[in-house]
């Protein structure tokens, strides 16, 4: 049995809080100190996730042995800073998120027996008060993100995520970090500016728009060195729709709470090397400007 620290109580760290709870002790890392009691809900079953809270002040340094970081893209960073110092010398990191973040420095300021993972899932759920819905179950895959975590990503895996749904390793998780954001990118602007669940993007009036996206991911993926199908990526998103049709999707639910989006780590990291390589993607930069834009006329 692991020790295993969650950060947040967010649906994406609840879903991965109860799957691991069968097996580990689970303790949720939150911003204030509560004693809440946290709810698994499907279609069929209610349970209590079992797990114990803490805040970051209640956490010595190098107490923790696993920690999983499931949090927006735009706060990555800023908690891999705080939380470091919590990290046990052959202390596990892992990452989950959406669209993509330059974690690389902070991933250097790692002791040399540290290790640093990614897990990348397409597990879908929302969250209300303190109940997580289940709504869908994607693939996950996990892989190393430094030197330390490569000796070790396929033991971390089956202790942990072996027994998830569709869930396998990959040495290198670039490729499928790529074929994550093109996912991301297909369904949650859209979704987000429609204001529609995932499964209705399948609809044909979106096919042209989802094309053309898909086609500029797979642009500035090669500018970069990483190879991707076109195909491949359309039938993937297209997947994913289907496996998670009910469920709207994190910037369809940010979006409609007047909550920051992860528009620039998804359109916006697109747009970024795009400018650099001299690449044109004016479907990600409409999509990019039409978020914010959103986002910024509901805070007013």
């Known amino acids: 049995m692991a020790n295993i620290h969650i950060l947040g109580e967010g649906a994406i ?12 002790q689970i303790t949720l890392i939150t911003r204030n100190k509560r004693a809440a009691t946290y709810r698994y809900q499907t279609a069929s079953i209610q349970q209590t996730i079992p797990c114990s809270t803490k805040t ?13 970081i499931p949090v927006k893209a735009y706060q990555v960073i800023e908690v891999l800073r705080a939380l470091r110092p919590a990290l046990s010398k052959n202390g596990a990191l892992i990452l989950s998120h959406n669209g993509m973040v330059d974690w690389s420095g902070e991933l250097a300021a790692l002791e040399k027996t540290q290790s640093a993972y990614f897990l990348s899932t397409s597990i879908a759920g929302y969250k209300v008060a303190d109940t997580v819905h289940h709504t869908g179950q994607g693939a996950t895959w996990f892989g190393p993100l430094n030197s330390p975590a490569e000796c070790h990503y396929q ?11 569709n869930a396998q390793t990959t040495f290198d998780i670039m490729p499928t970090l790529w074929k994550k954001l093109a996912v991301n990118i297909a369904i949650n602007p ?111």
Request: proline fraction near 2%; charged fraction near 15%.
């Open 56 to 68: 970051l002040a209640e956490l010595p340094a190098s107490s923790i042995d696993t920690l999983i």
């Open 13 to 24: 760290g609840l879903l991965l809080a109860q799957h691991l709870s069968q097996s580990h």
């Open 190 to 300: 859209l979704s987000a500016l429609e204001q529609v669940a995932n499964g209705q993007l399948r609809q044909p009036k979106y096919a042209a728009q989802i094309l053309n996206l898909m086609n500029e991911v797979q642009l500035v993926a090669a500018s970069t060195g990483v190879t991707l199908a076109l195909s491949e990526l359309v039938t993937l998103a297209y997947t994913v729709m289907a496996q998670t049709a009910n469920n709207r999707s994190s910037m369809n639910q940010d979006l409609a709470n007047n909550r920051r989006t992860e528009i620039d780590a998804m359109c916006g990291y697109i747009c970024e090397l795009a400018a650099k390589q001299n690449i044109d993607v004016p479907f990600n930069q409409q999509l990019l400007e039409e978020v914010n834009k959103r986002w910024q006329l509901a805070r007013q």
């Open 155 to 165: 033991r971390v895996f089956s202790q942990l995520f072996s027994t998830f749904e």
